[in-house]
């Protein structure tokens, strides 16, 4: 089965730094309101990686001045934040809308897409950015985006959010194997974001020598699981793989680094526990992943 989009504009629900990034981006190219706690005039300041500040003005509501009849919904909050934004925005929306997911972690998208009437597609994306004050973001870092269905489903509109997205400059493409796209992410993620929360640093001070023994154990008990859970290894090997997004991300701040800092509660849950829920399902011992566990800020 394929869906299109229909006419309307494209919502971003979550005013963080990634809904922040995508609503730069996508200012020129699409119609589009960002959705957060508060309404604003003032316009977005994007910082590019290359250090070029630009100001857009964008419309930025609150969800329940929401504009009717979107053609999709771009969910940016953290995980845990997904269920309680998308119960507000729902009475302002029809109940086929596609959804894109954004979230780390792998604890909303099967609930989601089992649940949901309209379209469900999640996303997982190395893009680095970072909250700069009440207006401003920037976009610390290049990556790549992939985008599909967890059962390979909608693939018209998977093909058409990802060719916009690949427009604005967001390297991004279609895929039918999101679900391993979502577990690669995770081992990224796991590798990462406890670390840098938990000293404070950006992405590329986790290569110094203090750092990379850690990371290469907890990549080395990550592999241990995904082998078990039948997920196939990039083609450059998941050292590999996560080093890359450290060097290409090395001026960002990790979402959870900007969370601990913001006082605001992590994404521990979503990003560590599914790793340990099927290192128990497969009866591995993981005693770095339990420790990173018990040591990240919750």
Wanted: with cysteine; net charge negative.
């Amino acid at each position: 089965m394929s869906t299109t989009p229909s006419a309307g504009p494209w919502l971003i629900l979550g005013a963080g730094s990634l809904g922040r990034l995508l609503a730069c981006r996508l200012a020129s190219h699409v119609e589009l309101a960002l959705l957060g706690r508060q309404a604003s005039r003032e316009p977005l300041l994007l910082t590019d990686p290359e250090g070029v500040q630009s100001a857009l003005g964008i419309a930025r509501l609150r969800i329940d001045q929401a504009p009717p009849t979107p053609a999709m919904v771009h969910i940016t909050t953290k995980s845990h934040a997904v269920e309680p934004a998308l119960r507000e925005l729902m009475p302002h929306i029809a109940p086929d809308t596609p959804l894109v997911l954004w979230q780390n972690g792998y604890q909303v998208q099967q609930p989601l897409t089992r649940r949901w009437p309209g379209p469900v597609l999640c996303a997982t994306t190395s893009e680095g950015a970072y909250v700069d004050g009440a207006d401003g973001v920037v976009h610390a870092g290049h990556g790549h985006t992939f985008i599909g269905h967890l059962d390979g489903e909608h693939s018209a509109l998977a093909s058409q959010v990802a060719s916009v997205l690949d427009s604005t400059g967001l390297a991004s493409e279609a895929c039918t194997d999101i679900h391993r796209r979502l577990w690669h992410k995770l081992v990224v993620n796991a590798a990462i974001n406890p670390l840098a929360a938990r000293h404070r640093i950006a992405n590329g001070r986790l290569r110094e020598p203090a750092f990379r023994p850690r990371i290469e154990a907890i990549v080395a008990e990550s592999a241990t699981i995904m082998d078990a859970e039948g997920i196939a290894p990039p083609e450059s090997g998941w050292a590999a793989m996560v080093w890359r997004v450290i060097e290409s991300t090395a001026g960002n701040r990790a979402s959870m680094l900007q969370d601990v800092l913001a006082g605001r509660p992590t994404e521990r849950e979503a990003i560590l526990a599914p790793l340990l829920e099927a290192a128990t399902r497969h009866g591995l011992d993981v005693p770095v992943l339990q420790r990173l566990y018990r040591d990240t800020p919750d």
